[in-house]
């Protein structure tokens, strides 16, 4: 039987101390985000669809983050957002993982056969060789001039 009150504390904390600092210090700003997408109605002041006050109030101590533009508190809107963010958040890196592992198995069984192995290979240099051609040729028209105008 164990006497000390305080090893489950102990062992908590050094497991804690025993982490990665980047794994802690990415626990530490999550935790916020996760803490309000789970209860947001406790923590926000408002609720973000009620129109409060005018628009465009700048921050004060009633509206901490001010106003929008049809007079919704931003601090309530924002503390509601975390919820969608961390869904999307899990979703995209979801979505990442698998695709990846499934694209890593089937082209590891591949190694065998070069020219296949290579498909995909060339496959990740045509994505992404397109997607700077892309960002480029936007950039290009949002920066050129008019000709007629």
């Not at 985000?33 to 669809?49: D, E, G, K, M």
């Not at 101590?61 to 601090?75: A, P, Q």
């Not at 809107?77 to 961390?86: G, P, S, V």
């Not at 890593?104 to 020219?115: A, E, V």
Request: proline fraction near 5%.
């Amino acid at each position: 039987m164990n006497t000390n009150n305080y090893s489950g504390f102990w062992r908590i904390q050094n497991f804690v101390k025993n982490q990665p600092k980047p794994l802690s210090f990415g626990v530490l700003l999550l935790a916020p985000f996760i803490i309000f997408s789970i209860a947001p109605s406790f923590f926000a002041p408002y609720s973000p669809l009620d129109i409060l006050d005018e628009p465009f109030m700048s921050p004060s101590s009633k509206y901490i983050l001010g106003t929008d533009e049809i007079g919704r508190d931003l601090l309530s809107r924002a503390i509601f957002a975390a919820r969608a963010d961390i869904l999307t958040s899990l979703s995209a890196a979801s979505v990442a993982f698998i695709l990846g592992t499934l694209i890593g198995l089937f082209s590891g069984q591949l190694q065998k056969n070069i020219s296949k192995t290579a498909f995909f290979c060339r496959t990740k240099q045509f994505s992404e060789q397109f997607s700077k051609q892309l960002f480029l040729h936007f950039f290009r028209l949002f920066f050129s001039s008019s000709k007629n105008g």
